[in-house]
């Protein structure tokens, strides 16, 4: 008997066309573009360095950045299952109620959370649901910039992480760091210097391996350098420094600590570089990472088949590992989840969702306030409606940078005026 699903599981890439192609090193070109008269790029072997000029201190917290790239599905992670509508407009994929964690009068989480239990039960997990921009935008684009950016109407383009390292006089470009990408992402595009690299392992000097016993190439470049005038001889130097200052990183275990296992692929191998990053104490403040395509337009799927099925569980295994292998280093870093936007209400034909407006944030760690957040706005089950917005992403942010970092919201967020949350202790 043929399985009727059969023709709609697709065989490529589940996303649409705009996501497919989208380049985040072309939206880095054109932030560098727009802001070269101010800022100077270095590249050495995999590793993209910005100006420096500071030596590195340690971190008192960590704040990781996960974006959920593709726009993610907030009603399939933190279900409304206290709103009938649901139901009615995802007859197929929609996740059965007798199946959700910690599930209050409304809401419950995706069963494949289950790895993330243990810090939902203590307080350190939350979600705030119908979160996103002001304004629809579901170009995978513009949407981007513009949450990266956070800051609308500004012809700067400086992102709101390099605002937010920006800060205070301290400048040093371990302040920020990308993992598993080896091009920064545009919330980092900006003045202030930060590094991306695939792995930790890419934190070199190409050229300085096993073959170079008596260490001839660093020392011919920094001859080479060492009198060098304007921005390329200040950039090339800042990158060979930040090198040797994030060589405590490279002295750490690749081993994960505490027992801690992590699933295979690209979000664990990132998570666990994060956590080994963090051990080393080398001054990251700030830590990204990309995981996607959570683009679903096709297979999303039910329970018991779907991109989504397994990409929660991914998900869930990572940053439980994540945390685990942290140990007491826990106690200093938090992590908070972001999307560009949310999908429509109604399923499609597929078995999937197109792009909508509002979705779910998550936070994790550090001075959560564990449990559900944000303002419910009752769903309508017409065919292009959405998940309206009722909390701009900015007043999620603003809570963690203020009370976590010690930043205003006004320095990360100008002219924004943030709205309480509560997601922050």
Known sequence: MTDPTDAVRPTTATGCHEFSGLSRRGLLRGALV????????????????????????????????????????????????????????RPRIAVPA??????????????????????WNAGRMATVHATGLPAPNRSHFSAIEEVEDADPGSSARVGWLNRLIGRDAYEHPLRAVQLGESVPPAALAGPRPSVAVESIADMRLAGADQWDRQGRRPASMRTMWADARGPLG??????????????????????????ASYPGGDLGKALAATARTIRGDVGAE???????????????????????????????????????????????????TISEFGRRTKENANYGLDHGFGTAMMLFGAGVKGGYHGSWPGLTGGANDDLLVTTDFRSVLSEVVTKRLGASSAQVFPGFQPEAVGAMA
């Open 34 to 89: 727009a802001g070269a008269g101010m800022t100077s790029v270095a590249t050495l072997g995999s590793a993209f360095v910005q100006t420096s000029y500071a030596a590195t201190r340690s971190a008192p917290a960590v704040l990781v950045v996960l974006s959920m790239r593709g726009a993610v599905d907030g009603m399939s992670l933190v279900v409304p299952h206290g709103d009938p509508v649901y139901y009615t407009a």
């Open 98 to 119: 007798s199946t959700l964690l910690a599930k209050d009068g409304f809401f419950g989480l995706h069963p494949n959370l289950a790895p993330l239990m243990p810090l």
């Open 234 to 259: 200040v950039g090339a130097r800042s990158a060979m420094g930040a090198i040797d200052d994030f060589g405590p990183v490279r002295a750490t275990s690749g081993n994960p600590a505490n027992g």
């Open 286 to 336: 700030v830590i990204t990472i990309d995981h996607g395509s959570w683009d679903h337009h096709v297979n999303l799927g039910p329970l018991d088949w779907g991109s989504m099925q397994q990409m929660t569980t991914e998900l869930a295994r990572g940053i439980a590992a994540f945390f685990t292998d942290l140990g007491p280093l826990a106690g200093k870093v938090t992590l908070v």
